[in-house]
């Protein structure tokens, strides 16, 4: 007998997140149909929440929320070759047109068509039941479970920052912000043989987490510090410049000591997320032949994301905090909302099956 019960977590509004049941859908002939398992909550996802958009991404209408996430393969499209019924898989929300110029060249990730999970208008995964592109999912290995495969979204961003950064052994690493996308940016790297790795925040227990997992040296920032003293405790602390900085605040501050700090012909990678404007000392940089780089989503990361995690090179489990059944997700978004318990990644558990371990 086929399965009925499709629980969907819908955002109507700002701080207007209600669960109801939808039609289980039916894959195309190159998709999925896909038990979801674990979807975590993203910093985007609570934005929308709370706001109602990002930028020029504004909700309009209902949107299904959810987009880091993994399930299980129930059935599959008559053109799918890669993947069967029992998979598992990590999903990469973000499904470009194909045939654009970006698509041919790889960077599908800049696609002017791109269909991504829970931005407006699509419909994201918070879902039990949901359908995705078969070439978007990626298999996981036997010794990474479906927790790991929900985090290959977040630990992806980092590994394209990393990658955007010419990040390899012996470099020396500033990260701004020990938040998520910090810290899954420390984690790609490590894993990329940074030999020395700073982090910042102006929370104590975000930079605790830092360490835990790999930061050599933290510095927490204390209301009222001036940023030429930031810089010179950067410099003080790792006994010289870095020569890869991530901010990954959004921050002005931030940006500001970033493009001081570096060392000349270094790299600058804007990771967060700030204001559309900001004042910065570029001349700073400019003088010294620092590169500035942005960075969007990740574009053919997740098998390296992958392959961190599968050769044991890095452990995504740190990250996750908080668990929860699908039917708590108003109060999971709670938590996250309002940081309550000092959250890092919140884990919804799609699956009425799923039992706390």
């Not at 399965?3 to 998709?31: F, H, M, S």
């Not at 996430?69 to 599959?76: I, Y």
């Not at 039941?129 to 979204?153: I, Q, R, S, T, W």
Request: a neutral charge.
């Amino acid at each position: 007998m086929a399965p009925q019960d499709n629980l969907t977590a819908v955002l109507y509004g700002i701080n207007d997140i209600r669960l109801e049941q939808r039609p289980i859908p039916v894959p195309k002939d190159d998709q999925v149909l896909l038990q979801m398992e674990v979807v975590g909550i993203c910093g985007s996802d609570v934005h929308y929440m709370v706001h109602g958009g990002i930028g020029p991404f504004i909700l309009k209408k209902p949107m299904v929320i959810g987009h880091e996430a993994s399930g299980v393969v129930v059935q599959v499209g008559k053109k799918v070759k890669n993947l069967k019924p029992g998979d598992k898989v990590a999903i990469e929300p973000g499904v470009p047109c194909r045939i654009c110029a970006f698509c041919k060249s790889g960077d599908y990730h800049l696609c002017p068509e791109v269909f991504f999970c829970a931005t407006p208008p699509d419909d994201g995964n918070l879902a039990r039941y949901y359908v995705h592109a078969a070439d978007f999912c990626h298999k996981l290995p036997p010794n990474m479970d479906l927790e790991d495969g929900a985090l290959m979204e977040p630990l992806a961003v980092g590994v394209h920052a990393t990658k955007r950064g010419k990040v390899t052994v012996g470099d020396v690493v500033l990260i701004l912000g020990a938040g998520p996308i910090g810290l899954v940016t420390l984690l790609s790297a490590k894993a990329m043989g940074a030999s020395k790795i700073i982090v910042t925040d102006v929370f104590e227990s975000k930079l605790q987490t830092a360490k835990e997992i790999g930061a050599h040296y933290t510095i927490k920032f204390e209301k009222g510090m001036q940023e030429d003293d930031i810089v010179a405790k950067i410099k003080e602390l790792l006994g010289e410049e870095p020569n890869k900085t991530f901010d990954c605040s959004g921050a002005e501050q931030c940006v500001r000591i970033a493009l001081k700090v570096t060392k000349s012909k270094g790299i600058v990678v804007l990771v967060g997320m700030g204001k559309f404007e900001q004042t910065l000392p570029l001349a700073a940089a400019i003088i010294r032949e620092v590169d500035i780089r942005g960075v969007f989503r990740y574009n053919n990361d997740y098998p390296t994301a992958i392959d961190m995690v599968k050769t044991g090179k890095i452990s995504v489990k740190p990250l996750i905090t908080h668990h929860y059944k699908m039917e708590d997700t108003i109060k999971a978004f709670h938590t996250a909302k309002t940081q309550e318990g000092n959250p890092i990644k919140i884990l919804i558990h799609a699956n009425p099956n799923w039992k706390p371990s």
